[in-house]
C-alpha cells in the first residue's frame, strides 16, 4: 500500500503537468504566422527590376506558341496572378490550414496551405525551403492552384515560381460543356533556362 501512495502521487502531477504543458504550446489560427507568400513574390519581381534582367515570355495556345522579349513592368503585369490573394491577410489566414513536411533526403522543407471554402478561389498553396543552419531558409519554389468562374467560363489555374529563374502559368479555360482551353505562359529571366 504504501509503494501505491508515492506511485499514485506521481502520476497525478505527471498528467496534471502535461495538460498545462499542452495549454500553454497551444496556438489560436489568428497567433499562428503563415508564410508571406506575397512579399517574397514582390522581392523577386524587385529583384528583377532592380538588376535589370532581360525577361522572356513564352506563350502556348492550341498548338500556337509565341516568344517576346517584355519590359519589366510587363513581367510584373503577367505575374499578377501571383498576388492576387494573401493568405497571410488576417481576413483570408483563418480559411487556410497549415501543414509542414521536412524531407531530409533531399533535403527541404515544404509548407502546404489548403482551403475547404469553396468561394475561396486559391485553393492550395505549396513552398518548398532549402534549410540552411547558418545562413536564411532559402525559397525553392512556390506552387499555387486556383479554381474559380470568369463569366460563362470555369477556369483551373497551376502556378509555379521557381526561385531566381522563372514564373510559369498554366490554365484550363472552359466555358459551358465545351472542350477546355489550355494555355500556357513562362516568363523567364535567368539565361539559363
Known amino acids: 500500500m504504501r509503494n501505491i501512495v508515492p506511485i499514485l502521487l506521481f502520476t497525478v502531477i505527471a498528467v496534471f503537468s502535461c495538460k498545462q504543458a499542452n495549454k500553454q504550446a497551444g496556438t489560436k489560427p489568428e497567433e499562428q504566422t503563415y508564410f508571406p507568400v506575397n512579399a517574397y513574390i514582390e522581392s523577386q519581381l524587385h529583384k528583377i527590376d532592380s538588376l535589370q534582367l532581360p525577361v522572356t515570355r513564352y506563350f502556348t495556345s ?37 501543414n ?68 510559369q502559368v498554366i490554365r484550363f479555360k472552359q466555358v459551358a460543356k465545351n472542350q477546355p482551353v489550355l494555355s500556357q505562359l513562362k516568363v523567364v529571366w535567368d539565361p539559363t533556362e
Not at 506558341?65 to 492576387?84: V, W, Y
Request: net charge negative; charged share 25%; proline share 6%.
Open 62 to 98: 492550341e498548338g500556337h506558341g509565341d516568344t517576346t522579349l517584355l519590359s519589366t513592368a510587363e513581367c510584373r503585369k503577367l505575374a499578377a496572378p501571383f498576388l492576387e490573394q494573401d493568405i497571410s491577410d488576417p481576413a483570408l489566414k483563418n480559411h487556410y490550414v497549415e
Open 100 to 167: 509542414s513536411f521536412a524531407d531530409q533526403s533531399i533535403p527541404s522543407v515544404s509548407f502546404t496551405y489548403q482551403t475547404k471554402d469553396s468561394s475561396l478561389p486559391l485553393k492550395r498553396v505549396d513552398i518548398v525551403l532549402k534549410p540552411d543552419p547558418v545562413n536564411a531558409d532559402k525559397v525553392k519554389s512556390v506552387y499555387m492552384e486556383k479554381l474559380f468562374q470568369q463569366g460563362d467560363s470555369m477556369v483551373n489555374e497551376k502556378l509555379f515560381w521557381k526561385n531566381d529563374h522563372y514564373f
